[in-house]
């Protein structure tokens, strides 16, 4: 049976620690001059992007790479969906070269689940609108925990526009999950009303932000909002904007980027050492290898079965 990765909700805490721990097998291989290993030499992934990215997209080609996969980097704009074409018929035409993976982003709310139903290829998520973005939240889980150990009792404050946020949504999942205690904050325009049923506690402003280990700040998703969520953009950062004078010396600070300057992040914090940003960047190579891993080679004779690839190979990471 062929597994996907659509949503963190799918996943409990031992399918994510099974990622995170895939992820530490993969550090020492990224650590190495030829950061290569053969474990999906033959088998085909193919990223498929209708939306802007670079994180996302040259993480995931650099992490089929490093596993040795053919891989095709399909971007929507210049391809055949300038001329019409479909999102359901682009797949299927993707679907004749039998990838073994589609890694699909989408600014539409459901389309990876969607893209599931119409080829046989495993189907990652790589974010779809406002509703989710995993892999994102499971990197984002490998950066705090290679920093702090455990997760457990770990407090966690996500600032910012939350409404339009896959990153938010799939982040206070994930972070749960993994027994954090998650805050959302933001204005009441950028929360979603909803949100405490996700399993988090909602705050209006900074004041207890003290009290937080971590602090996720979320960048204004302008491109998604229809009219105007806040009155502008100085007073939101006046309101809202962690800087120097926020963020307490003992306290982490992440983001998902790409980050506003100046709007949602001073500049003096996210050059700080206390700045995990660039470690998330970091994060997003190994962690995308364990998940292709895990969905393509891991657990093809069952969870107990031990992991073999498709040739029957242990498929452990080997020098290439
Ligand atoms: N890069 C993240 C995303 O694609 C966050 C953002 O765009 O603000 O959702």
Redesign the pocket.
């Known amino acids: 049976m062929k597994r996907d990765l659509l949503s963190i909700a799918d996943l409990d805490r031992e399918d994510i620690e099974r990622f995170l721990d895939r992820a530490e097998s993969f550090a020492e291989v990224s650590g190495r001059q030829i950061k290569k290993v053969p474990t999906l030499r033959g088998r085909t992934v193919i990223n498929v992007f209708y939306e802007a ?1 670079t ?2 997209s040259s993480s995931f080609e650099l992490a089929a790479k490093r596993l040795s996969a053919d891989l095709v980097s399909f971007k929507a704009a210049g391809s055949a969906v300038d001329k019409g074409e479909s999102i359901r018929d682009t797949v299927q035409t993707l679907s004749a070269y039998d990838p073994a993976a589609i890694v699909i982003r989408s600014p539409h709310a459901g389309a990876a689940a969607m893209v599931a139903g119409w080829t046989a290829a495993s189907v990652i998520n790589a ?1 779809d609108g406002k509703h989710e ?1 995993p892999t ?1 939240a499971l990197l984002d889980l490998y950066t705090l925990r290679r920093r702090l150990g455990s997760l457990d009792g770990v407090k966690i404050w996500i600032v910012g526009d939350v409404l339009h946020s ?2 938010a949504r799939s982040g206070i999942l994930a972070f749960g999950r993994m027994g954090c205690e998650v805050t959302v904050c933001g204005p009441p325009t950028l929360i979603p009303r909803d949100v405490e049923s996700l399993g988090c506690r909602v705050a209006y402003s900074l004041d207890g932000l003290g009290e937080a280990d971590v602090v996720y700040a ?2 204004l ?1 302008s491109e998604r909002m229809e009219g105007s969520f806040v009155p502008s953009l100085r007073e939101y950062a006046a309101l809202f904007q962690i800087d120097g004078r926020r963020l307490g010396a003992g306290q982490l600070l992440m983001h ?3 980050v506003n300057r100046g709007v949602e992040l001073s500049a003096e914090v996210i050059d700080s050492p206390q700045a995990l940003i660039v470690a998330q960047v970091e994060s997003g190579v190994v962690v995308r290898m364990a998940v292709l891993y895990e969905l393509l080679a891991g657990f093809s004779q069952g969870p107990q079965g031990g992991a073999r690839d498709r040739a029957g190979q242990a498929a452990e990471p080997q020098p290439a």
Do not use: A, D, E
Request: proline share 14%; no cysteine; aromatic share 0%.
């Open positions: 990215s994180r996302t974010g973005h994102q896959r990153v979320l960048r998703q998902p980027g790409p």
